[in-house]
Structure formats: structure tokens, C-alpha cells
């Protein structure tokens, strides 16, 4: 059986033909490797898309943008805006240990059974800071991202 595979790696069409069945591993190698180029891509297209308001005027952004978290002033008297962006996402799950006793001595333990805790978390934090001189003409956009993670035991 003929298969010819089409995909579409960061706007590049690669085509594979195979005969047979292909294997997992080459599934999901092409799959990952499917994933991380099109999380590459869309983050450059967001930086590119940001960056292009350079020279634009600041008033514009916020229109397009919407309100921002935050703003101020800079030393040299132009606008400083940020748009923050926190999400926190939880995993895992926690089963309480126990024992199992003898109904007839309730000394004698039959079995017993730790606690297993394989709960975590991590903070993901994004902000657009983006710089306006006293005109506010826009001439920064820069980016900050902050991991935590953060573990429940």
C-alpha cells in the first residue's frame, strides 16, 4: 500500500512518500518535530507582528491593543505602557497512604500503603513593555517571560 504523506512545516511543503505502514517512531518524530517548528514560527510572528508598531504612534496601539496592565513615565519624559499576560496551570494528584488491620487485633497491620503526591504547579508570566518617547512615537517594543515552578510537597 502506497501512502504519500503532504505537511506543512513553517509555510515549506515537504512530501514523504512511503510503502507499507510507517512506523510510530516516524509518526512521531515528524510530529514533534511538526510542533516545535510551528511553535518557533508563531513566536516569531508574534515578535514581527509586535515589533512593526515601531515609529507608530502610541495611541494607535492602545486602540488596537486595548487598555494596557500598567504605565509610566520614564527618565527621559516619554511613556512607558505593559501589557501582562500571568496564567498558572496545576498537574498531578494526591492519594492518601493507609493501613489495613486485622479486625480481630486491631494492633496486627496487614498491609500498608504511603501517600503518593505527584501534585506541582508553575507560573507562567508574559509582558509586552513598549517604549514611547515624548512625541509618543513608539521606539521599544521588548518582552519578559518568567517561569516558576512551584512544587506542593
Not at 501582562?84 to 488491620?101: A, D, F, L
Not at 505527584?118 to 509582558?127: G, M
Request: aromatic share 10%.
Amino acid at each position: 500500500m502506497r501512502q504519500v504523506l503532504l505537511y506543512m512545516i513553517t509555510g515549506i511543503a515537504i512530501t514523504t512518500q512511503s510503502y507499507g505502514q510507517e512506523t510510530e517512531f516516524q509518526n512521531s518524530a515528524m510530529e514533534r518535530r511538526y510542533q516545535r517548528d510551528k511553535g518557533f514560527a508563531e513566536g516569531k510572528r508574534i515578535s514581527f507582528n509586535q515589533s512593526t508598531w515601531i515609529g507608530a504612534k502610541l495611541s494607535d496601539l492602545i486602540a488596537s491593543w486595548g487598555k494596557p496592565t500598567s504605565a509610566y513615565t520614564d527618565e527621559g519624559g516619554g511613556r512607558v505602557i505593559l501589557y501582562e499576560r500571568t496564567s498558572v496551570y496545576n498537574s498531578g494528584s494526591y492519594v492518601p497512604g493507609y493501613k489495613v488491620v486485622n479486625a480481630a487485633n486491631p494492633n496486627q497491620v496487614i498491609e500498608e500503603h504511603d501517600a503518593i503526591d505527584t501534585r506541582q504547579s508553575y507560573t507562567d508570566y508574559n509582558a509586552t513593555r513598549v517604549h514611547a518617547d515624548k512625541n509618543d512615537i513608539i521606539t521599544k517594543i521588548d518582552f519578559v517571560i518568567d517561569t516558576k515552578d512551584n512544587l506542593n510537597r
